[in-house]
Structure formats: C-alpha cells, structure tokens
C-alpha cells in the first residue's frame, strides 16, 4: 500500500462523492474510500477526522460543483431567461449527480452539514437573480421560493412520482414561467 502522503484529499473527496453515487450513503466508510483511494483506511484520518467528517466533505464538493455550474450559467442580462437557465442546470446537476443532489438536502448530523459559506457561494447565482426579480430587500426570500420549487419538482422528477401523464418537460418550463411572473409582481405581500 502506498504512504497516506499518496492520497490527497481531492482524490479521498472523489472516492466519496463516488461511492455515494454509485452505491449510496450506507456504503460509504472510511474502509471503502481507502480501498479506493489505495491506502489502507487508518492512513486516511490523517486527511478526514471522521466518516461525519468524510460526508460534510463529499456535500461541500458537491455543492461547490452545484454552484460552479449555476454560475457558469448566470452570465446576466435578461433575468427572466436567466433565471430559466439557473433551474435547468440545477435540474441537469441533480440528473448527472441524483445521489449527491440528494445529499446535500439530506437529514445529516450537525457536524456532516456542509459549511454556510459553502452554501453561500452555490447561492449566490439564485440570490442575484431573486434579487433582480423581487428587488433587494427579498431576495432571500425569493431565492428559497426558486430553490424549494425547483428542489420539489426535481425530487418528484428523481422519485418517478409525475404519474399521471402529460410532459414533464413541458410542466417544468411552465413552472419557470410562473414563478417568474409571480416573483417579479409589485405586491409585497405578508412581511
């Protein structure tokens, strides 16, 4: 077996996320990860205190590649249309990643949840497009409005739970549509 040297955290990190995936969140110990990895599982908590440590790790990479393609994505402009393009590629993430998509909004223990600054920077595409839609001082709350439908259209979407015909395609698009209009009205509703 190679020195722990040889195992970097990016490569323990994708052993993970891998896992994960491939064979779910039960599977993933220390044990699996360094038989991944090549190293024998003690020389991995030289790198990761823990498994708890272990998940918050695999989540926070996760998010941190949610975010990167949200922003890729989030170039400005018309915010309507780019608002669109910020649900697709957080659909298509959770389509290429359905079991890392589903970690970071899991029920972990406080000490696996993913870092707030973390979270931050994969929101901050969402929140400047709440922002630009439902002005400044709602953005937040705009931005969990966009994220809770998109999150409980894809999770439905993930669950194979649209049963009863139609096109889903067609229902997402709609549902894009909708909520734009009804984030950019000039009501201020409840406070």
Known sequence: MPTPERASLADIVGAARTIVEEEGLANLTMQAVAVRVGVRAPSLYKRVRNRDDLVRLAIEDT???L???LAAVAVGGE???DLAELCRAF???AHAHPAGYRLIFAAVSEVSRPSVGSLSAAAAPVLRAAAELAGPA???E???TITAWAHGFVSMELANAFNLGGDVERAFEYGISRLAAA???SEEGPV
């Open 138 to 140: 709602r953005a937040l």
């Open 63 to 65: 998010v941190r590649e």
């Open 183 to 185: 984030l950019t009205t």
């Open 79 to 81: 915010t309507r249309r």
């Open 142 to 144: 705009a931005a969990r």
């Open 91 to 93: 659909r298509a993430f």
């Open 67 to 69: 975010g990167e393609q």
